[in-house]
């Protein structure tokens, strides 16, 4: 099986990682480190030096409660980045809801369109819709991602209900609408949305149930990388905790939940500790590989 991007086919018989570059004063347990063009590229080049697979740029935060980014502001972040990122030789995702963003960088030559709204942003004046940007720009990769709300009530008011039935219904309807536009089957990733408006509860059934959603079809991207259900299990203190001593401790548990969603057939995983993530799933590879057939 393999996604198909805008200057890259991915071949996703063995799971991907991407590596996350935050480019924002206020990312839950990084904001401000990588904010400025400089320290985002060598963050970057650190991730593809730790074995990243791919890059995923994001100008605007979308942790539960953040407020939205004007468009303006989200571009003088993401562009000057996203220009340089393009020259490093992997797939570069942007991680945005706008179709202004995602017009922007797909005709900078972006691979790949990693959405939280799953392509339903609406036209505007001067842009079309999300689904038709992306329609318009043949052959870019897609993520389509389940969001209950949004960033800034997804948390307050979470899902009630069969998480697994709604997320797969969901997801079912934004494959339709999409390929209904001309997007191809092997563009499109999906993503459950672990943390995006749901309970802890219902993040952890979404992982032993993960295996359901490969009966949609396509590849599946998974993002645990230090969520909230993983500071809610360790008691960490969440976000009355510093950042920077979360992070730290969110690690190992950050990578088991990486490696499980890959054994619960996840092509893709997202993460912040790339170095940490690529030699767990080496390990699990070869033992693996190891066991006779």
Request: one cysteine or more.
């Amino acid at each position: 099986m393999h996604w198909q991007t805008t200057r890259f086919s991915m071949d996703l018989s063995t799971p991907k990682v991407m590596g996350i570059v935050n480019v924002t004063p206020d990312s839950f347990s990084d904001g401000g480190q990588h904010a400025g063009t400089t320290q985002a590229l060598r963050h970057a080049e650190q991730l593809l030096a730790d074995g990243a697979d791919m890059l995923d740029l994001g100008a605007e935060s979308t942790r539960p409660g953040a407020q939205p980014v004007p468009l303006e502001m989200e571009l003088a972040r993401l562009l000057p980045v996203l220009t340089q990122a393009l020259e490093l030789g992997v797939p570069v995702s942007v991680d945005t809801y706008k179709p202004a963003v995602m017009r922007a960088a797909l005709d900078m030559g972006a691979d790949i369109v990693n959405d939280i709204w799953a392509l339903r942003q609406p036209a505007t004046a001067d842009c079309p819709s999300a689904a038709d940007v992306v329609a318009q720009h043949p052959g870019c990769g897609v993520c389509l991602m389940h969001m209950h709300r949004d960033p800034v009530t997804m948390q307050a008011e979470p899902m009630a209900g069969d998480v697994c039935e709604e997320v797969i219904q969901f997801l079912k309807q934004r494959i339709q609408c999409i390929q209904a536009l001309g997007v191809k089957k092997d563009q499109i990733l999906l993503d459950p949305g672990v943390g995006f408006g749901k309970t802890p509860t219902q993040n952890l059934q979404l992982l032993t149930q993960q295996r359901a959603l490969l009966d949609l079809g396509h590849p599946l991207l998974v993002g645990w990388s230090r969520k909230s259900t993983l500071g809610v299990v360790l008691g960490d203190g969440g976000a009355q905790a510093d950042p920077s001593t979360v992070a730290r401790g969110r690690l190992v548990p950050s990578v088991v939940a990486a490696l499980l969603a890959v054994q619960q057939g996840a092509s893709v995983v997202r993460v912040h500790d790339v170095r940490e993530t690529v030699q767990a799933l080496r390990l699990w590879q070869a033992v693996g590989a190891a066991v006779p057939a």
